[in-house]
Nanobody, 119 residues
Framework: VQLQASGGGLVQAGGSLRLSCVAS????????MGWYRQAPGQQRELVAA???????NCADSVKGRFTISREDAKNMVYLQMDSVKPEDTGVYYC??????????????WGPGTLVTVSS
């Protein structure tokens, strides 16, 4: 499975950004999907996750500002980022738990997209 994220860039504090991630490959179905971020000098952390059934959870630091959604028909997951803050700066990675057409289960990560929030 290959994941490709897009939508990162430079945004002013208080602004909005929408990240998209598409998965490609011999995918049968997708279970959990999520967005993670890694700020400079820090460990990667979970930003938001969404189950196959649509249940979501997100980090306390982004609650009320970020929304995760998915579009299974297109093998896509999105992260709507509103009211962004400088501390949201980092490389954002999408990830998913996949069941392949040969019934193998695998977790895959995308290469990341950089989000920079200026104050």
């Amino acid at each position: 499975v290959q994941l490709q994220a897009s939508g990162g860039g430079l945004v002013q504090a208080g602004g909005s950004l929408r990240l998209s991630c598409v998965a490609s490959g011999p995918i049968f179905s997708i279970n959990d999907m999520g967005w993670y971020r890694q700020a400079p000098g820090q460990q990667r952390e979970l930003v938001a996750a969404i189950t196959r059934g649509g249940s979501t959870n997100c980090a306390d630091s982004v609650k009320g500002r970020f929304t995760i959604s998915r579009e299974d028909a297109k093998n896509m997951v999105y992260l709507q980022m509103d009211s962004v803050k400088p501390e949201d700066t980092g490389v954002y990675y999408c990830s998913g738990d996949f069941i392949m057409r040969d019934w193998r289960k695998t977790q895959s990560w995308g290469p990341g997209t950089l989000v920079t929030v200026s104050s």
